[in-house]
């Protein structure tokens, strides 16, 4: 295990994810939390301290207790972490004239465990106001830049290392390698966590919790609560029950695919098909928030009719995955979401505990455990999907007639996309059915139509997205096909708006 301590830096998920990529299991945990008897109890083979958006020097920000400097394991400092490192050893932290920001040319000593095998000249990343302006007792320099005599620092004999850039961002050339000689020259890892040992590991840890209790899972069939099934069902079998509620909303043939992939394990799966139901309450509905709000309701309802069929279970399984543990955990640097799964179930279900079988892992290894446990590439690699579905791409009233419609659309979308080979690199894309008709022609007849518009966006986060550069030919064969083949859609638009100041959903 390798501890990574958070400062509330804005790249502290990425360093996890750059160890874990390095075959190093790692977890995050507070700062809060770090206090040298605390680390002392997981024992850790290494520490990393992440960034953060404070001055050491200030008053009320975040710190370190001394000792754990010499509780014998490495610590490797970055960015705000490396400042605390020298201001906590009796160094000196500054405000620099010049703030050193973006691409920057650096230059490094050779013999530095962290630089080995490496260019002595690389470009790093750098975002900071404060240096490090004298070292502390036993350190020395060990990289710099033009404004920055401490790019880098080190005190070998007691394996402590420090970098003013981050090396875990992408522009940092060598930035994996350098934190893997970390890892590997200083912390002395085996570098074997692999997800096939790690699925291993996660199955007894369910069963030797679980025991012979009774699970229970909302299953939408998106990616985290797919792999959360499968995990589950390999650990428990039988002792769980899936029940997935198919409001009628999702995209073409998808309940059936859902439906297949699990209904042949050796688990209770229940489908709800639901449609009806849904569209019954959403009949005459045109307010975006009101009908979110509606599916919401309404989907409670019926895992709930469903839950109280099963009665009393042990434990409710939730698909969170460590994103969202992190950001809850961290508390500065927490971000307020503004979706959320359509549920809120745990206040209607009698249940004892709750289990989250993918907590500790991002959702690229969320995807990569999908694999691992046999899940087909169709539902590892499901693009983002809101959880009110297609009623919030289609504009105004919701009808039966309008959802096949959309379903037609979309699937055809989303089958060219496919074969052109760019579903991987567009990062979700879809059909949105406005409400809004116009005038074409159609051999010689005037019609009266839909405009049908598509959206393709490319995005690392979705917080923030650009539209897709999606090729004309491909744009072209689509709207040929769907006007041909869908019907009532007489005029295609492509959405060419970014978020912000769009949104990638269109409701
Ligand atoms: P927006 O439209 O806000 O969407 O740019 C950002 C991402 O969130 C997804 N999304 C939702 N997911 N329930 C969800 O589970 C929702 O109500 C919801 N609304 C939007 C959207 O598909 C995109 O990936």
Same mark, same amino acid.
């Given at each position: ?32 939390? @770090? ?12 520490? #990393? ?11 009320? $920000?975040?710190?370190?207790? =001394? ?64 240096? #490090? !302006? !004298? ?16 790019? $880098?620092?080190?005190? @070998?004999?007691?394996?402590?290392? $420090? ?37 291993? =590991? ?26 959360? @099934?499968?995990?589950? @069902?390999? &650990? ?75 009665? =009393? ?19 500065? $640097? ?58 919030? =791409? ?25 074969? &052109? ?9 879809? !059909? ?49 096909? #769907? ?25």
């Amino acid at each position: 295990l390798v501890l990574v301590i958070d400062f509330g830096g804005q790249y502290n998920q990425l360093i996890a994810r750059r160890v874990r990529e390095c075959h190093v299991y790692c977890e995050v945990i507070p700062y809060t939390q @770090a206090t040298a008897a605390e680390i002392q109890k997981r024992h850790p083979i290494g520490i #990393i301290f992440t960034g953060g958006p404070n001055s050491v020097y200030e008053e009320g $920000a975040p710190k370190i207790e =001394r000792e754990v400097f010499s509780l014998g394991i490495p610590v490797l400092g970055i960015c705000y972490g490396a400042q605390l490192m020298a201001h906590v050893l009796g160094g000196t932290v500054k405000t620099a004239e010049t703030r050193e920001y973006g691409k920057t040319n650096t230059f490094f000593t050779p013999d530095c465990k962290l630089f080995s095998g490496l260019p002595q000249e690389a470009i790093t990343w750098m975002s900071h106001t404060d240096y #490090i !302006a !004298a070292l502390p007792e036993g350190f020395r320099s060990t990289a710099h830049t033009a404004d920055c005599p401490v790019a $880098a620092m080190d005190c @070998a004999e007691k394996n402590l290392y $420090a970098m003013q850039y981050h090396p875990e961002v992408l522009h940092t050339e060598n930035g994996t390698a350098m934190l893997k000689n970390f890892l590997y020259e200083v912390c002395g890892v085996s570098g074997d966590w692999t997800m096939g040992n790690y699925a291993q =590991r996660a199955i007894e840890e369910i069963r030797t919790r679980v025991g012979d209790g009774k699970v229970l899972l909302a299953l939408s069939g998106g990616v985290d609560s797919s792999v959360a @099934a499968a995990l589950l @069902a390999k &650990a428990v079998g039988s002792q769980l029950t899936c029940i997935f509620v198919d409001h009628g909303l999702m995209r073409k043939n998808e309940g059936d695919e859902v439906e297949a992939a699990f209904s042949k394990w050796d688990i209770n799966f229940v489908r709800v098909n639901a449609q009806e139901r849904f569209l019954s309450r959403l009949a005459g509905v045109n307010e975006p928030e009101k009908k979110r709000k509606i599916i919401g309701e309404e989907f409670i309802r019926v895992f709930e009719d469903e839950a109280k069929k099963i009665g =009393r279970v042990d434990f409710l399984a939730q698909g969170t995955i460590y994103p969202d543990v992190i950001e809850s955990g961290a508390g500065d $640097a927490a971000v307020i979401k503004s979706h959320h799964n359509v549920g809120g179930l745990p206040d209607y279900v009698d249940f004892k505990e709750i289990i989250e079988p993918l907590r500790l892992l991002f959702k690229d290894e969320v995807r990569a455990l999908g694999t691992e446990l046999g899940l087909a590439d169709y539902l590892v690699w499901r693009q983002p999907f809101p959880g009110p579905g297609l009623a919030i =791409r289609i504009l105004g009233e919701i009808t039966a007639e309008k959802v096949a419609i959309l379903q037609d659309a979309d699937y055809i979308f989303r089958e060219e996309v496919a074969n &052109a080979h760019l579903d991987r690199d567009i990062h979700q894309y879809f !059909a949105v059915l406005t409400n809004m008709r116009s005038v074409g022609v159609m051999g010689d007849e005037r019609t009266y139509d839909y405009t049908l518009a598509l959206r393709g966006v490319t995005t690392t986060d979705f917080m923030t997205a650009d539209f897709a550069r999606i090729p004309y030919d491909l744009l072209q064969k689509v709207s040929s096909r #769907i006007i041909n083949e869908v019907g009532s859609i007489n005029r295609i638009v492509y959405d060419i708006t970014s978020k912000p100041p769009a949104t990638i959903e269109w409701e």
